[in-house]
């Protein structure tokens, strides 16, 4: 669970806060959208066993504004995607979003202390894709993550990807999900069965 754990305060978690603006320099969005993650962790992980369900939804809203959870999940699927229907595609990328965000709450539920620093922030790119590398201090040590950002129609930045420590996590999933279809052969039941707790326990 460790891959949970430091991407709390850095940004598979890099959400933006809803008072930024859409044409906002990536690293300073990233910056501060860290430390509001961490106030989120700070106020709301007392309710992790008493009411799980208003921990999990006050974390979903960090995240939602600025992860593409469709273009992940369907990244994940891989070639499967095309052979996919469009409702299964739904289907994954819905069960994709809430096993990742209640994966991730649960992980960081006790890191609110973290701190998550920007490396060399630059001034906004004026390309449409972005790397940016932060490192996260905790009582584990140092982990280096990065972060793959991407501006849509709308001048909107929006996290496709992260490398944690030099393991690229869009392709340990795409990588589990192939394994899963050969296991079972099934579209369908590779979606009934998705659990990123596999990919936890291989970056942690």
């Known amino acids: 669970m460790q891959w949970v ?7 598979m978690v890099s959400a933006w806060a809803p008072f930024a603006s859409a ?12 430390q509001n993650l961490l106030g989120v962790i700070r106020t709301n992980a007392q309710y992790m066993n ?5 921990y ?21 699927m891989g070639r ?26 649960r992980g960081v539920a006790t890191f609110g202390d973290m701190d998550v620093r920007v490396v060399n922030p630059g ?9 940016v590398l932060q490192e996260v201090r905790s009582k584990e040590g140092v982990t280096k993550v990065s972060y793959t950002l991407v501006r849509n129609r709308a001048g909107q930045w929006k996290l496709i990807n992260v490398i944690l420590n030099g393991v690229n996590l869009g392709k340990t999933f795409r990588s589990q999900f192939a394994q899963s279809m050969q296991t079972h052969g099934d579209l369908d039941k590779v979606i009934a069965n998705w659990s990123s707790d596999r990919v936890a326990d291989q970056v942690g």
């Open 123 to 131: 001034s906004a790119p004026s390309g449409n894709r972005v790397n």
């Open 80 to 105: 499967y995607a095309k052979q996919a229907t469009a409702a299964q595609r739904a289907r994954f990328s819905k069960a994709f979003r809430q096993d990742l965000i209640s994966t991730f709450a």
């Open 23 to 34: 044409a906002e320099n990536p690293y300073t969005m990233i910056e501060g959208v860290s």
């Open 50 to 54: 008493s009411d799980p369900q208003r």
């Open 5 to 11: 754990k430091v991407a709390a305060c850095a940004l």
């Open 56 to 76: 999990f939804s006050e974390v979903e809203s960090v995240l939602t504004p600025v992860v593409d959870f469709d273009f992940i999940a369907r990244g994940v």
